[in-house]
């Protein structure tokens, strides 16, 4: 559905920043320089992106860390707030908003997100998650439904519920199974005729989900034979349901001017000092609870966590660096999230080194 927002524009592989609004962005490590979500910090990256072309930002919502040395993301920026922020320090780069279904009312998310899109002139997105987060639920006092598919259908009528309030002009009342209003609607809409929407999931329903109501479907690659399938069933079978639907993915960047620097460095922050007690917490709670890995891609992506929270990782020079790229590229992906250990320190020399090697490979356009 094009726009003007950059996440239709003509790239062949988009790129976002992805977690910077939380404590140690991606990277389970103890490492001094490790992010720090300060605002500052992310006023600083988002001009940056914004002024090198990077499509997006998006956000984690979290509320209850993962404990360990550094409490993994116990220090978190509310991700519409966030938004909202993050819109008035820039112009064209779109923001997502995540929300977690299960504990904001549509009507809330309706309204805010109308807000900061007239605030930002059209760029903001949502990133809807249905939930598996037990510890958050347990702190909410809302039960996690123990049926994954019931998670999917209430947020199935959450977002139903949204998109009435973003398209109707009368009050109307809702009768649904989860929620009930009478004479219901938020004015303004928001400023796109159509916000882009993120689905974050891997099991079979959240892409189901995503196939009947989101842009894209956010999921984890786990190899480019995995990623080239995704993309074909995804486009598959939302083309069969009329739709159109692409896939992002989210890796970890490590981007050096040799490859043993880049080697060496991934060692150090994500194997010598990784905060291995958040790493098997965090492990645990998605095997537990989320069905986007498998029970075999778990078991064998320690490091991947330690390195950033089961990202698809991209560590070398920039050659090698624009190289993986083109090939996660090369599976259909529409895009990728990046993380980087110190994203506003790091992002200068991607930015230097490997947004001209991608324009070279005709995956992006100059600004
Ligand atoms: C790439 C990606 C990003 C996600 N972002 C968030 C998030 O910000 N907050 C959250 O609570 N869950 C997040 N999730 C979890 C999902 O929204 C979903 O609840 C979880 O994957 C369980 O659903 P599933 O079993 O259908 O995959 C994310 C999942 C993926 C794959």
């Given at each position: 559905?094009p726009?003007?927002?950059p996440m239709?524009?003509?790239n062949?592989?988009?790129?976002?920043?992805?977690?910077?609004?939380c404590s140690?962005?991606?990277?389970v490590?103890?490492?001094?320089?490790?992010?720090?979500n300060?605002w500052e910090?992310?006023?600083?990256?988002v001009q940056q992106?914004d002024?090198a072309g990077?499509?997006?930002?998006?956000p984690?919502a979290?509320?209850?860390?993962?404990?360990g040395?550094?409490?993994?993301?116990?220090?978190?920026?509310?991700t519409?707030?966030w938004?909202a922020?993050?819109?008035?320090?820039?112009k064209n780069?779109?923001v997502?908003?995540?929300?977690h279904t299960a504990?904001n009312?549509?009507?809330?998310?309706a309204k805010?997100l109308?807000?900061?899109?007239?605030?930002g002139?059209?760029?903001?997105g949502l990133?809807?998650?249905?939930g598996?987060?037990?510890?958050?639920?347990?702190?909410?006092?809302?039960?996690?439904?123990?049926?994954?598919?019931?998670?999917y259908?209430y947020?199935?009528e959450?977002?139903?519920?949204?998109q009435k309030?973003w398209?109707?002009?009368?009050a109307?009342?809702?009768n649904?199974?989860y929620f009930?209003?009478?004479?219901?609607?938020?004015?303004?809409?928001?400023v796109?005729?159509?916000?882009?929407?993120l689905?974050?999931?891997a099991?079979?329903?959240?892409?189901?989900?995503a196939m009947?109501?989101a842009?894209?479907l956010f999921t984890?690659?786990?190899d480019y034979?995995q990623?080239?399938?995704?993309?074909?069933?995804i486009?598959?079978?939302?083309?069969a349901?009329g739709r159109?639907?692409?896939?992002f993915?989210f890796?970890?960047?490590?981007?050096?001017p040799t490859?043993?620097?880049?080697?060496?460095y991934l060692?150090?922050?994500?194997?010598?000092?990784a905060?291995?007690e958040a790493?098997?917490?965090?492990m645990?709670?998605?095997?537990?609870?989320?069905?986007?890995?498998?029970?075999?891609?778990?078991a064998?992506f320690r490091?991947?966590?330690?390195?950033g929270?089961g990202?698809f990782p991209?560590?070398?020079?920039?050659?090698?660096?624009?190289d993986e790229?083109?090939?996660?590229?090369a599976?259909g992906?529409?895009?990728?999230?990046m993380?980087?250990?110190?994203?506003?320190?790091?992002?200068?020399?991607?930015r230097?080194?490997v947004?001209?090697?991608l324009?070279?490979?005709?995956?992006?356009?100059p600004?």
């Amino acid at each position: 559905m094009p726009g003007t927002n950059p996440m239709f524009n003509n790239n062949t592989l988009k790129l976002g920043i992805f977690s910077a609004n939380c404590s140690s962005g991606m990277a389970v490590t103890k490492v001094e320089e490790r992010w720090r979500n300060s605002w500052e910090n992310n006023i600083d990256l988002v001009q940056q992106c914004d002024e090198a072309g990077i499509e997006f930002m998006l956000p984690i919502a979290r509320w209850i860390g993962y404990g360990g040395d550094t409490d993994f993301h116990g220090g978190v920026l509310e991700t519409v707030t966030w938004a909202a922020g993050l819109l008035a320090h820039s112009k064209n780069i779109q923001v997502f908003a995540t929300v977690h279904t299960a504990f904001n009312h549509p009507i809330v998310t309706a309204k805010q997100l109308a807000t900061i899109d007239h605030l930002g002139g059209g760029r903001v997105g949502l990133n809807v998650v249905a939930g598996w987060n037990k510890p958050e639920y347990d702190a909410f006092g809302v039960d996690l439904p123990a049926e994954h598919a019931a998670r999917y259908e209430y947020a199935q009528e959450w977002f139903d519920y949204v998109q009435k309030l973003w398209t109707e002009d009368h009050a109307f009342d809702w009768n649904g199974k989860y929620f009930q209003g009478t004479g219901v609607y938020s004015n303004p809409h928001p400023v796109q005729k159509h916000v882009p929407i993120l689905n974050a999931a891997a099991s079979a329903e959240g892409r189901q989900f995503a196939m009947r109501n989101a842009d894209f479907l956010f999921t984890p690659v786990f190899d480019y034979e995995q990623g080239a399938e995704t993309v074909k069933e995804i486009k598959q079978n939302s083309a069969a349901a009329g739709r159109e639907v692409g896939v992002f993915t989210f890796c970890t960047v490590v981007c050096r001017p040799t490859q043993k620097e880049a080697d060496d460095y991934l060692d150090y922050y994500a194997n010598q000092h990784a905060d291995w007690e958040a790493v098997d917490y965090l492990m645990k709670l998605q095997g537990m609870h989320a069905q986007s890995f498998t029970p075999e891609a778990l078991a064998g992506f320690r490091d991947r966590f330690a390195a950033g929270h089961g990202g698809f990782p991209i560590v070398g020079t920039p050659d090698k660096v624009a190289d993986e790229l083109e090939k996660l590229s090369a599976t259909g992906i529409s895009g990728t999230t990046m993380a980087f250990v110190d994203y506003a320190k790091e992002f200068p020399y991607f930015r230097q080194e490997v947004l001209p090697r991608l324009e070279a490979k005709g995956l992006r356009q100059p600004v």
